[in-house]
């Protein structure tokens, strides 16, 4: 059985805890595709084509990222009645304060029939990954964490395996539902885009320095880069997730009120990193 599984992730967090879901999961003897949402579209027919599949997020707003649920919505209006067969589950990263974001996410999906296997909630290290602070020499990945991820793939795993049928089984529940966080999540989804708007403000793009390489419109999600038309940071379109600011080999993004930041490039900078190649839980507790 092919399992893809469509994440966003602009610091690689979100990617890393992926990997390791997928890792349980092969253990097992499913074959695992991680699908970054930027390509989604390369493949039309990957979940009509697949029995079960994953999304993985991290938290804006106390909720999935607003590319990753515009791509759910898609995926719940399709008129294709072999969806309410799917299985699916959920992957969040964030910085302490997830806001019963999985709850919200799975509905979107739910109320088309889909069948709701599992969530995953990870509280990373960095907290906000963003800007690389002397702080994060002082932190590290809980390796428990690592194996939650790792046995959160292999209990959904299971699950798949006990019947093709997977109506009515029961959940892997590694996540929280929090108070109120329904209601927080509505006033900030009011504030998420005239904050995006706001900030797009102090992003500069600096036109002597770029090349036209092109890699800060192919990452970026939401096409709000255009390089031909000399568009960058689309008010309208930008989610603010500093893919084209970290990735620029020009240096030629930058914040005006931070020109010189230097950026967290992904979870093999801390402490307690684990390759997802080298993870195997199973063999080395058998020992």
Known sequence: MNIPIIYFSSSNNTKYICEIVSRGLSSLGYSVQLIPIQKIDNYPSIIEESDCFGVGSPIYAMNFTPNIREWMIKVAKKKNDSLAEKGFFLIDTNAGLPGGAISKAKQILTKRGLN???????????????????????VSWDKNKIKRAYYFGKRIGNILKENKNIDNK??????????????????????????????????????????????????????????????????????????????????????????????????????????????????????
């Open 116 to 138: 709701f296997l599992g969530g995953l909630e990870i509280t990373v290290p960095t907290f906000d990954s963003v800007f690389w602070v002397d702080y994060f020499k002082y």
């Open 170 to 287: 029961e959940i892997v529940k590694e996540y929280r539902n929090m108070p109120l966080s329904g209601l927080l999540s509505h006033i900030l989804g009011y504030i998420e885009p005239l904050f995006y708007k706001f900030i797009t403000k102090v992003m500069v793009h600096d036109f002597k320095k770029c090349n036209k390489c092109g890699i800060c419109e192919n990452l970026c999600p939401t096409n709000a880069i255009n390089i031909d038309e000399n568009i960058f940071f689309d008010p309208e379109k930008c989610i603010f997730c500093f893919l084209c600011l970290r990735k620029c080999p020009k240096e030629a993004n930058y914040l005006k009120i931070y020109p010189n930041a230097e950026f967290f490039k992904d979870p093999s900078q801390i402490k307690g990193y684990i390759d997802p190649s080298e993870i195997n839980f199973d063999l080395k507790e058998s020992k």
